[in-house]
């Protein structure tokens, strides 16, 4: 990149506003150089800075009891599971990265998030993901289908880490911008964990890990704007992962912590060097001096602008206890890793870079960085005009179809609802021997070894609804996720948020994330499940659509005793099947809807906090008196769905059922209602009178359903061979993806 | 007498706990790390070369392992007729020193695959199968190159020496085309070498060698090797 001479048209090229450039210049005394402009341009970016984001975040519960570090604090949540262990965990974006560079930008994305929760000091155990694509039909959407998915599964594959669940969902809106959102949860002892700190004035500061190239440099500036036609040009912004690498520092880097030879350790993601550096003197109250010409180089010829913005993945910043660089450096080398002392700690909280004997940029950290000196907006907002249209549709008007059996069957094939087995089978979801639920499942359940613990976790959010009704659709999204972890046996601890919007500086975009945002709070005070952290993504937009707000939830849970655990499948022939939780036709923004008519209208299903907690306090009590076979909640394709994923949803394991389900004003409404807080259960007859004495002695509605049986899928009095309804659900994606269908 | 195992651990090796934790934890043996720069293996009586991506792979799985300090001292005790099992990437390291005839191809699919499959135990008559009680294993798989590939008079060689241990088969033990996973010739997931010291199987037996996981029907691999030696 050439040296530029800096003036407010570079400026506003770079991504700042006219506003912020004379604040730069007041705050520095003089113009920017080429070099220091480059360093605000990342650092006041969206992506970093999260200035139209964070005045509302703030109000989302950011602390509780198990919480051990409050959201925002580091590069991770970390929450309390008893026995002086913690749960790192954290879900962030990669969205656009993934549209113009679908395998390296999957790639990197969960290389990224490894790596904020090994900087914590603890060991990744699991990693899940939440994608969104287009339509299948569409070629370049499967194109980056196949290329996302392979790129998570070759990085999580090669680094060690089980990929053990997610969630896919396929919607004209993420056309042309894909969402990649990816998860990871660490295990750390409580007592040892890292924090991403620069204080000790004369403490050395090192780089570690990969060398430096010219990858990646502005990929923060790229996540900050809208995917346009000019995005292509943008590739060279994507980053290349490396797992190998990226296994070898973890390796290294938990080594440095659980000796205690350091002081601080953050990783370089977005905006490299610059971020890193300036977010951990902030944090220290200090400074930083560094000399760029110690920094190990992939090529030569790299300016200082191009080395502080380069998001060459891989690398660490560590702030070394004086004294004990020898040992650090020590454990690098044994990893065949680099490990350079690039400066000290300075009392002065200025970043000052020098570069082949010449001052390159003298900046405040404390200006660069979030909760500092960073621009923080409140931008306007304005309730969206489709939505009272959206609301008023008359479903009733809707004809009901002629056949019950093929529209169930239409309903069921969505790639939406079938088996991701295409998916997950390419992702290693078993090695580190810990998962004993692992994809496919209500929630992945991943023991803790050496105790009777394990972890639950999963994640969640319906675009659809939050498009219909931001609030309440966000509400739906915490309040499913929480129930999915109910399902399993566990109880919700906390959460981590991927809030994936568009343009904030449209009002009716603004409207809509500050609404889920209060959704998604509220939801989150009742379930007693603290926001730990996540990421905002801005700017999911592209000519094709603006993609369906769509806030992903993960979840996490404890089981505090693994035996507890509940399977989301039927495991037994002529065990009693039964629904927990009333019905009311809710058909609005649903997957029938979408599937039989091509409509995306209404309001999306109600959501009564009081009844979804009352329903996971009867799973819990129905699960401790040992009164339940399985659990699986009602979503996406009604009860009739879930009733046939609980039948045949194990592909070791399937059974057929004779069912009933009750119909209240029309089949179809009634079948393929999403109506929330309903869970599908089935139990051993011997138990029957007890489980039905304890759920009416709580109040818990609950309607008999029928039986499991060892033939056919028989519900109403339609029959399907359960073979027929097997190979819809798990082989409809990879028919797609061949070309079959 | 106790036997004693060693683990190589080659950067990139991320089987290495997993197999450490069934040996040490679950069957009570004595364990070791082999670090790849080391040339010592510590007297170990039993070496294992654990599952995940020797120097990442971005070669030929094992291309690069092979050249380790460590394996030429694998390599030294393999030939004087040491106990060497090489899991998944141990397997394709074995082929690639020569120690198994044969290579590996990427799986005809083009894709990583990782799921439960079943295997036909062919041949329990060796150290490490013996003391298999099942005709048929369920057990994970997890890689992206596990497609076995010989020559027809190599193949013909290893079946009439029963050097075939483990074979690719449905439930019932039919091996056939239907439920072979990646392309192997002969459907082969493990093989011997002709003296009977050294197995590679791409399936993962210390993924399943505790019923919490599922099943524990590939700790009959470790008993086998724990027992034989003890009554060697």
Same mark, same amino acid.
């Given at each position: 990149m050439v040296e530029q001479?800096?003036?407010?048209?570079?400026? =506003?090229?770079?991504?700042?506003?006219?506003?912020?450039?004379?604040? +730069?210049?007041?705050?520095?005394?003089?113009? !920017?150089n080429f070099t220091e402009l480059g360093i605000f341009s990342v650092m006041w970016s969206e992506h970093c800075s999260y200035k139209n984001s964070i005045a509302e975040i703030k109000k989302l519960p950011r602390s509780g009891n198990a919480l051990l570090v409050s959201a925002g604090e580091e590069n991770a949540g970390l929450v309390d599971i008893g026995d002086g262990q913690a749960i790192a965990f954290k879900i962030e974006s990669h969205n656009h990265p993934s549209a113009v560079e679908p395998y390296q930008g999957a790639a990197t994305g969960v290389g990224g998030i490894l790596r904020d929760i090994f900087t914590m000091g603890a060991r990744p155990i699991a990693a899940l993901n939440s994608l969104r694509f287009g339509s299948l039909e569409d070629s370049h959407t499967r194109f980056l289908f196949q290329e996302v998915v392979k790129g998570i599964g070759d990085y999580g594959n090669a680094f060690g880490v089980p990929t053990v669940g997610g969630e896919v969902f396929f919607d004209e809106s993420y056309k042309g911008n894909p969402l990649v959102n990816a998860m990871a949860i660490g295990l750390v002892d409580a007592k040892k964990t890292a924090s991403a700190i620069a204080k000790g004035i004369g403490n050395p500061v090192m780089i570690v890990g990969s060398s430096t190239g010219r990858d990646g440099i502005h990929g923060a500036t790229f996540a900050s704007v809208e995917l346009s036609e000019e995005s292509e040009s943008k590739r060279p912004s994507v980053q290349v992962g490396d797992p190998f690498t990226e296994k070898l520092l973890l390796e290294a880097t938990l080594e440095i912590i659980e000796n205690d030879w350091i002081v601080g350790i953050q990783d370089m993601g977005a905006a490299g060097i610059s971020c890193s550096t300036s977010e951990m003197s902030a944090k220290g109250n200090s400074g930083m001096k560094i000399d760029l010409t110690k920094v190990p180089l992939r090529e030569n010829g790299m300016s200082a602008y191009e080395i502080m913005l380069s998001e060459s993945q891989e690398r660490m910043l560590v702030v070394a206890k004086k004294g004990f660089e020898k040992q650090i450096m020590q454990v690098f080398d044994k990893w065949d890793l680099h490990c350079e002392i690039i400066g000290e700690v300075t009392e002065n909280g200025i970043i000052d870079v020098d570069y082949s004997g010449k001052s390159e940029a003298k900046i405040p950290s404390f200006n660069l960085v979030l909760g500092g000196g960073a621009p923080v907006y409140k931008r306007e907002k304005k309730e969206p005009a489709y939505l009272s249209e959206k609301h008023n549709f008359d479903l009733s008007s809707l004809k009901i179809p002629d056949e019950i059996k093929t529209t169930f069957l239409k309903v069921f094939s969505s790639t939406n609802i079938v088996s991701k087995r295409w998916i997950f089978e390419q992702y290693d979801s078993k090695v580190q021997t810990n998962t004993v639920v692992g994809p496919g499942s209500d929630s992945a359940i991943i023991r803790i070894k050496?105790?009777?613990?394990? +972890?639950?976790? #999963?994640?969640?959010?319906?675009?659809r609804y939050v498009y219909l009704n931001p609030k309440v659709g966000t509400k739906i999204a915490v309040a499913e996720s929480a129930r999915n972890i109910v399902c399993s046996g566990a109880k919700p601890l906390a959460i981590t948020n991927c809030l994936n919007f568009g343009n904030p500086y449209n009002p009716e975009v603004y409207w809509t994330f500050s609404q889920s945002i209060e959704g998604m709070g509220e939801a989150c005070r009742f379930f007693e499940t603290p926001v730990t952290g996540g990421n905002v993504s801005f700017y999911n937009e592209s000519p094709d659509s603006t993609v369906y707000p769509t806030p992903v939830i993960g979840m996490v849970g404890l089981l505090e005793n693994i035996q507890n655990r509940i399977s989301s499948f039927f495991q037994n022939e002529n065990d009693l099947i039964y629904v927990l939780g009333q019905d009311f036709e809710e058909i609005g923004g649903s997957e029938y809807l979408r599937t039989i008519f091509n409509l995306v209208e209404g309001n999306c299903p109600n959501i009564n906090l009081?009844?979804?907690?009352?329903?996971?306090?009867?799973?819990? =009590?129905?699960?401790?008196?040992?009164?339940?076979?399985?659990?699986?909640?009602?979503?996406?394709?009604?009860?009739i769905t879930a009733i046939a994923e609980s039948a045949i949803g194990s592909f070791e394991k399937q059974f057929g059922v004779k069912v009933e389900i009750p119909i209240q004003t029309r089949w179809d409404f009634s079948f393929f209602s999403e109506t929330q807080?309903?869970?599908?259960?089935?139990?051993? !007859?011997?138990?029957?009178?007890?489980?039905?004495?304890?759920?009416?002695?709580?109040?818990?509605?609950? #309607?008999?359903?029928?039986?499991?049986?060892?033939?056919?899928?028989?519900?109403?009095?339609?029959?399907? !061979?359960?073979?027929?309804?097997?190979?819809?659900?798990f082989d409809t994606i990879s028919k797609r993806m061949s070309h079959e269908i | 007498m106790k036997v004693k195992f060693g683990v190589v651990v080659f950067p990139g090796s991320n089987c290495d706990y997993d197999t450490f934790y069934v040996l040490n934890t679950i069957f009570n043996a004595h364990t070791e790390f082999l670090w790849h720069k080391d040339t010592d293996i510590k007297g170990s009586d039993v070496i294992i070369l654990p599952g995940g991506f020797s120097y990442g792979?971005?070669? $030929?799985?094992?291309?690069?392992?092979?050249?380790?300090?460590?394996?030429?001292?694998?390599?030294?005790?393999?030939?004087?007729?040491?106990?060497v099992l090489g899991i998944c990437n141990g397997f394709q390291i074995l082929l690639e020193m020569n120690l198994l005839p044969g290579v590996m191809l990427k799986n005809t699919s083009l894709k990583f695959i990782s799921k439960d499959i079943f295997v036909k135990v062919t041949n329990k008559n060796t150290f490490f199968s013996s003391k298999i009680e099942k005709d048929v294993l369920q057990i994970p798989i997890a890689h992206s190159e596990g497609n076995y590939f010989a020559e027809d008079s190599v193949l013909t060689e290893l079946q009439e020496n029963n050097q075939i241990v483990l074979q690719y088969s449905s439930q019932d033990g039919i091996v056939s085309d239907e439920?072979? /996973?990646?392309?192997?010739?002969?459907?082969?997931?493990?093989?011997?070498?002709?003296?009977?010291?050294?197995?590679?199987?791409?399936?993962? /037996?210390?993924?399943?060698?505790?019923?919490?996981?599922?099943? $524990?029907?590939?700790?009959?691999?470790?008993?086998?090797?724990?027992?034989?030696?003890?009554?060697k």
């Amino acid at each position: 990149m050439v040296e530029q001479i800096v003036d407010l048209k570079l400026a =506003l090229e770079h991504g700042l506003t006219e506003e912020e450039f004379g604040w +730069i210049c007041d705050i520095l005394g003089h113009v !920017p150089n080429f070099t220091e402009l480059g360093i605000f341009s990342v650092m006041w970016s969206e992506h970093c800075s999260y200035k139209n984001s964070i005045a509302e975040i703030k109000k989302l519960p950011r602390s509780g009891n198990a919480l051990l570090v409050s959201a925002g604090e580091e590069n991770a949540g970390l929450v309390d599971i008893g026995d002086g262990q913690a749960i790192a965990f954290k879900i962030e974006s990669h969205n656009h990265p993934s549209a113009v560079e679908p395998y390296q930008g999957a790639a990197t994305g969960v290389g990224g998030i490894l790596r904020d929760i090994f900087t914590m000091g603890a060991r990744p155990i699991a990693a899940l993901n939440s994608l969104r694509f287009g339509s299948l039909e569409d070629s370049h959407t499967r194109f980056l289908f196949q290329e996302v998915v392979k790129g998570i599964g070759d990085y999580g594959n090669a680094f060690g880490v089980p990929t053990v669940g997610g969630e896919v969902f396929f919607d004209e809106s993420y056309k042309g911008n894909p969402l990649v959102n990816a998860m990871a949860i660490g295990l750390v002892d409580a007592k040892k964990t890292a924090s991403a700190i620069a204080k000790g004035i004369g403490n050395p500061v090192m780089i570690v890990g990969s060398s430096t190239g010219r990858d990646g440099i502005h990929g923060a500036t790229f996540a900050s704007v809208e995917l346009s036609e000019e995005s292509e040009s943008k590739r060279p912004s994507v980053q290349v992962g490396d797992p190998f690498t990226e296994k070898l520092l973890l390796e290294a880097t938990l080594e440095i912590i659980e000796n205690d030879w350091i002081v601080g350790i953050q990783d370089m993601g977005a905006a490299g060097i610059s971020c890193s550096t300036s977010e951990m003197s902030a944090k220290g109250n200090s400074g930083m001096k560094i000399d760029l010409t110690k920094v190990p180089l992939r090529e030569n010829g790299m300016s200082a602008y191009e080395i502080m913005l380069s998001e060459s993945q891989e690398r660490m910043l560590v702030v070394a206890k004086k004294g004990f660089e020898k040992q650090i450096m020590q454990v690098f080398d044994k990893w065949d890793l680099h490990c350079e002392i690039i400066g000290e700690v300075t009392e002065n909280g200025i970043i000052d870079v020098d570069y082949s004997g010449k001052s390159e940029a003298k900046i405040p950290s404390f200006n660069l960085v979030l909760g500092g000196g960073a621009p923080v907006y409140k931008r306007e907002k304005k309730e969206p005009a489709y939505l009272s249209e959206k609301h008023n549709f008359d479903l009733s008007s809707l004809k009901i179809p002629d056949e019950i059996k093929t529209t169930f069957l239409k309903v069921f094939s969505s790639t939406n609802i079938v088996s991701k087995r295409w998916i997950f089978e390419q992702y290693d979801s078993k090695v580190q021997t810990n998962t004993v639920v692992g994809p496919g499942s209500d929630s992945a359940i991943i023991r803790i070894k050496d105790s009777q613990k394990a +972890i639950a976790a #999963n994640t969640d959010c319906n675009g659809r609804y939050v498009y219909l009704n931001p609030k309440v659709g966000t509400k739906i999204a915490v309040a499913e996720s929480a129930r999915n972890i109910v399902c399993s046996g566990a109880k919700p601890l906390a959460i981590t948020n991927c809030l994936n919007f568009g343009n904030p500086y449209n009002p009716e975009v603004y409207w809509t994330f500050s609404q889920s945002i209060e959704g998604m709070g509220e939801a989150c005070r009742f379930f007693e499940t603290p926001v730990t952290g996540g990421n905002v993504s801005f700017y999911n937009e592209s000519p094709d659509s603006t993609v369906y707000p769509t806030p992903v939830i993960g979840m996490v849970g404890l089981l505090e005793n693994i035996q507890n655990r509940i399977s989301s499948f039927f495991q037994n022939e002529n065990d009693l099947i039964y629904v927990l939780g009333q019905d009311f036709e809710e058909i609005g923004g649903s997957e029938y809807l979408r599937t039989i008519f091509n409509l995306v209208e209404g309001n999306c299903p109600n959501i009564n906090l009081e009844i979804e907690k009352k329903l996971h306090n009867s799973i819990f =009590l129905a699960n401790s008196k040992k009164l339940i076979e399985s659990a699986h909640d009602i979503s996406e394709g009604g009860i009739i769905t879930a009733i046939a994923e609980s039948a045949i949803g194990s592909f070791e394991k399937q059974f057929g059922v004779k069912v009933e389900i009750p119909i209240q004003t029309r089949w179809d409404f009634s079948f393929f209602s999403e109506t929330q807080s309903r869970i599908i259960v089935s139990v051993n !007859p011997e138990n029957q009178i007890e489980f039905e004495k304890t759920m009416s002695e709580i109040g818990q509605y609950f #309607n008999y359903l029928g039986k499991v049986t060892n033939k056919d899928f028989e519900f109403n009095g339609n029959i399907i !061979p359960i073979s027929e309804l097997s190979e819809i659900y798990f082989d409809t994606i990879s028919k797609r993806m061949s070309h079959e269908i | 007498m106790k036997v004693k195992f060693g683990v190589v651990v080659f950067p990139g090796s991320n089987c290495d706990y997993d197999t450490f934790y069934v040996l040490n934890t679950i069957f009570n043996a004595h364990t070791e790390f082999l670090w790849h720069k080391d040339t010592d293996i510590k007297g170990s009586d039993v070496i294992i070369l654990p599952g995940g991506f020797s120097y990442g792979d971005y070669v $030929r799985t094992g291309a690069i392992a092979k050249f380790s300090p460590i394996m030429n001292e694998v390599a030294k005790f393999a030939n004087n007729g040491g106990i060497v099992l090489g899991i998944c990437n141990g397997f394709q390291i074995l082929l690639e020193m020569n120690l198994l005839p044969g290579v590996m191809l990427k799986n005809t699919s083009l894709k990583f695959i990782s799921k439960d499959i079943f295997v036909k135990v062919t041949n329990k008559n060796t150290f490490f199968s013996s003391k298999i009680e099942k005709d048929v294993l369920q057990i994970p798989i997890a890689h992206s190159e596990g497609n076995y590939f010989a020559e027809d008079s190599v193949l013909t060689e290893l079946q009439e020496n029963n050097q075939i241990v483990l074979q690719y088969s449905s439930q019932d033990g039919i091996v056939s085309d239907e439920f072979n /996973p990646n392309g192997s010739k002969l459907n082969i997931a493990g093989i011997i070498n002709k003296q009977g010291n050294i197995l590679g199987m791409m399936p993962h /037996p210390e993924r399943n060698s505790e019923s919490i996981l599922g099943n $524990r029907d590939g700790s009959g691999i470790f008993e086998s090797i724990i027992s034989n030696f003890i009554n060697k």
